[in-house]
């Protein structure tokens, strides 16, 4: 039973020493294509956002759903160890989906500014 734990919680840092490099570079996407004024490639990430949003909140929910299943499940009873690593990487999960739509969320409102301050010069220009 040690052994699963200690493999869970090996996955949890792996993904986490994975995730945590990517996020911080698609920040940096962010930035970059702000500066740059490419909407096309702000549209691009905001779609591999919404792609990262359902992998991690898919994660964490199938994470949720084994914790409740070792935990309350008399046949699975034997694998308790293993519900702490499964709610490290539910928590995990769900901190990366927190980051991943705050992202998500900057870049919509930045399109939705460029857009609605496009409109605006149209307007004016009539």
């Known amino acids: 039973m040690n052994t699963l734990n200690t493999t869970m919680i090996l996955l949890t840092v792996t993904v986490a020493a994975l ?3 990517r996020m911080m ?3 940096l996407r962010y930035r970059e294509l702000l500066n ?12 591999g956002q919404r792609r990262w949003l359902v992998r991690h909140g898919s994660c964490a929910a ?5 914790v409740v299943g070792v935990r309350y499940l008399p046949e699975l009873a034997r694998y308790d160890m293993l519900a702490n690593g499964l709610i490290a990487y539910a928590m995990l999960s769900l901190l990366f989906t927190l980051v991943e739509s705050m992202l998500a969320q900057r870049i919509e409102a930045t399109l939705q500014a460029k ?10 220009g009539q």
Do not use: C, Q
Request: aromatic share 6%.
């Open 19 to 21: 995730m945590i490099p």
């Open 25 to 27: 570079l698609d920040w």
């Open 36 to 47: 740059e004024r490419d909407e096309e490639g702000l549209r691009g990430l905001m779609a």
């Open 115 to 124: 857009v609605g301050t496009e409109e605006a010069a149209s307007d004016f």
């Open 62 to 66: 199938a994470a949720t759903i084994l």
